[in-house]
């Protein structure tokens, strides 16, 4: 609940992707909405990400984050990447083919990859604020998104850095020979209707 602000106390034991439909709508009424009840799987992921124009990674492990990964790099479409815990937070933009992908940052998995992690609900805020920022410069084209940089924030001392990034040549998700790169050989090429 204190990092959930679309929530509300009686919605508790129900789907939090339901209640944030309601929560948007009441304070938008023209905006459509089409809410999802699913984690991200093996089996869902590429029909989600065909639909979307981008995608905002926020999934509590990286299971999750590595699947939204494989597909935006192999549907081409952009997606923002952010992550939190603790007082701690990063963000980035990942386009493929131009920037790094999630793999390529983070070939190993970081110990925060489990439930249940330490949460103040103004830092995942902060962040959330940061990437909704990030997914308005790609949907507008208005300012520069934080491509090939990651943003690493310490809530605890205000510190904010931006560490330059880089893709792997070899990278198995993105690199030279990613299994997709084959099937675009074989003419089987992915959309690509969002390559700012
Ligand atoms: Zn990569």
Redo the contacts with the bound molecule.
């Keep these: 609940m204190n990092r959930q602000i679309l929530m509300t106390d009686d919605w508790v034991g129900k789907p939090r992707v339901l209640k944030a439909k309601e929560t948007l709508q009441a304070i938008n009424p023209d905006v459509e909405i089409e809410a999802v009840h699913e984690y991200v799987t093996p089996e869902n992921v590429d029909s989600l990400v065909q639909s979307a124009d981008m995608a905002i990674d926020c999934a509590h492990n990286f299971t999750e984050r590595d699947l939204l ?1 494989s597909s935006c ?1 192999q549907w081409r479409k952009p997606m923002v990447e952010a992550a939190m815990d603790g007082m701690e937070a990063y963000l980035t933009t990942i386009i493929p083919g131009v920037t ?6 983070f070939p190993e998995k970081p110990d925060w990859d489990r439930r249940g992690f330490s949460v103040l609900g103004a830092v995942s805020g902060t962040l959330a604020c940061l990437a909704a920022l990030e997914a308005i410069k790609l949907i507008t084209g208005f300012n520069q998104p934080l491509l090939s940089q990651l943003l690493t924030i310490d809530l605890s001392r205000l510190e904010f850095a931006k560490r330059r990034s880089y ?2 040549r070899s ?5 030279n020979n ?1 299994p997709w790169r084959y099937l675009q050989s074989q003419s089987m090429e992915p959309t690509t209707n969002c390559n700012k």
């Design positions: 990964n790099v790094p992908c999630l793999s390529c940052l893709r792997d990278c198995p998700v993105c690199g990613a």
